[in-house]
């Protein structure tokens, strides 16, 4: 995905001609009309919540109605009343929150579109893209698809570089065959509304939410955001290793990954995170 501008503007000219026809010499001169349509473009980062989203889409209909100094029906008030109840999608069992599903892309629109007609959009992309999924090593463990996605929201939530995803994957995949508590910190970001560049307190370690995964064994309750096509890719084929730990580094996007639990306190104590 191309990481760009909140919004693209281009205008589309639409033509339309008719000219005679038979072998009239007084065939009638063609006609031509030329309307101009402005069209806008919204991108949702990989990783980005329902909420973000909601964000992005107010402040790219503010830029649009600027740019266009036309009313579009587009809101952030209206996305999140699109995105708000759970749906049933095939395979996925029982109605579920559309966090996860809101696949994070590029999308077109004018000022007539809805915010249900992008959300349309991107549950349309969410089901392309998932159907070439091969979810085999997935089952063989007995996850199931909702556990797959909600794997590549943590994986999406912790990996900053591409080459970590099947990784970071992997350490999910071998602490749950372990039964230990996942730990993940981004679940409990996600719980509790703590953006990234804040430092979690030991309060807050503690917190009982259910996305507290190192007080709760298991998966979290739902996806914690809505993870792009590698994040997908990587939590259905993680890496064969048998790492169940890992840790940050300095420059806050590499990690250190090891299945020595003294090698992971060493290098915890070494870089602080």
Known sequence: MVRGALVGICAVLVAASAAGCGGSDAAAPP???IRQLRQFRILFPEGFTRAQMAARVQAVATIAERESHRKVRLSGSGY???TAKPRAFPGFGAKK???GFLFPDTYDFDRKSTPSQLVQNQLGEFTSEWDRLNLSYAQSKNLTPYDVLTIASMVEGEAQVPSERPLVAAVIYNRLHARMPL???ATLR????IPPTESL???ELHDPTPYNTRLHDGLPPTPINN???AALEAAAHPAHVDYIYFVRKPDHKHHYFTANYQD???HEAQYGY
Do not use: N, R
């Open 31 to 33: 006609i031509t009309t």
């Open 80 to 82: 999140a009343a699109a």
């Open 97 to 99: 929150p559309l966090e």
């Open 183 to 185: 730990g993940i910190d």
């Open 190 to 193: 996600y719980g509790l509304h």
């Open 201 to 203: 307190t030991q309060s």
């Open 227 to 229: 993870p792009g096509m």
């Open 264 to 266: 992971f306190l060493q």
